[in-house]
């Protein structure tokens, strides 16, 4: 069964403060990990797809990496603009996208 | 990319009635979903609506309390029937684009039932 856990569940930091935020994952035969924000009372929105391991994508203040276990999101000198909750999913051979339960991150300015 | 529109945005209904929930996608799209979230929880896959013929669903969601079609490669609609206090939640629809496998939500239906 595919699985896939985030960590921390939250995450405070101060405004320019760099951390990163992490996705563990289980999966037969991936076809992608996928990175969403979810904003209060809004669905997700899509970030990013890795495929491979080794894979990297940027985007603004985000940058995403892949491993054969596990990916990370990392925030480089956040804004409270960043505040949200990061969703992590994968894409396998069920055809299913299985969510983590988010890691929910507030950027204090 | 695809661009996703739910209507109604919100709702408030009475125990016993029905909502139906509509989905319009932008593009021709290969696979449609319908999400369901509770304050504070992930996503929970309801089911997947197929473009003509039954949908698929998951485990501890049944055809007659959740209804849905798909008469088109871009649009569905989610039925929350017979409701009750419990079916208050964010009902998200969701498509797959062929080729990337991105997956991507609309902005989902707020239901309050009293």
């Known amino acids: 069964e595919d699985q896939v856990t985030q960590s921390p569940e939250a995450l405070r930091l101060q405004e320019g403060e760099s951390s990163s935020l992490n996705c563990s994952y289980t999966?037969?035969?991936?076809?992608?990990l996928f990175w969403y924000r979810q904003d209060p009372g809004k669905g997700p929105e899509f970030l990013f797809t890795?495929?491979?391991a080794g894979e990297e994508k940027e985007k603004e203040r985000l940058k995403a990496t892949l491993t054969k276990k596990e990916s990370f999101l990392h925030i480089t000198a956040p804004k409270p603009e960043d505040s949200a909750t990061y969703l992590c999913?994968?894409?396998?051979?069920?055809?299913?996208?299985?969510f983590g339960k988010g890691t929910k991150l507030t950027v204090n300015p | 990319s695809a661009v996703i529109s739910q209507k109604p945005s919100r709702d408030i209904c009475q125990r016993g009635t029905s909502l139906t929930i509509q989905c319009q996608v932008d593009?021709?799209?290969?696979?449609m979903f319908w999400y369901r979230q509770q304050p504070g929880q992930s996503l929970t896959l309801i089911a997947t609506?197929?473009?003509?013929?039954?949908?698929?669903?998951e485990s501890g969601f049944v055809i007659d309390k959740f209804p849905i079609s798909r008469p088109n490669l871009t649009f569905s609609t989610l039925t929350v029937s017979n409701m009750s206090p419990e079916d208050s939640s964010i009902y998200l629809c969701?498509?797959?684009?062929?080729?990337?496998?991105?997956?991507?939500f609309g902005p989902g239906t707020r239901l309050t039932v009293l």
């Open positions: 969701s498509a797959r684009t062929g080729g990337t496998d991105t997956q991507y």
């Open positions: 999966v037969s035969g991936l076809r992608g």
């Open positions: 890795l495929y491979s």
């Open positions: 999913a994968v894409l396998g051979g069920s055809e299913k996208l299985v």
């Open positions: 593009s021709q799209v290969t696979m």
């Open positions: 609506a197929n473009q003509g013929s039954e949908a698929t669903y």
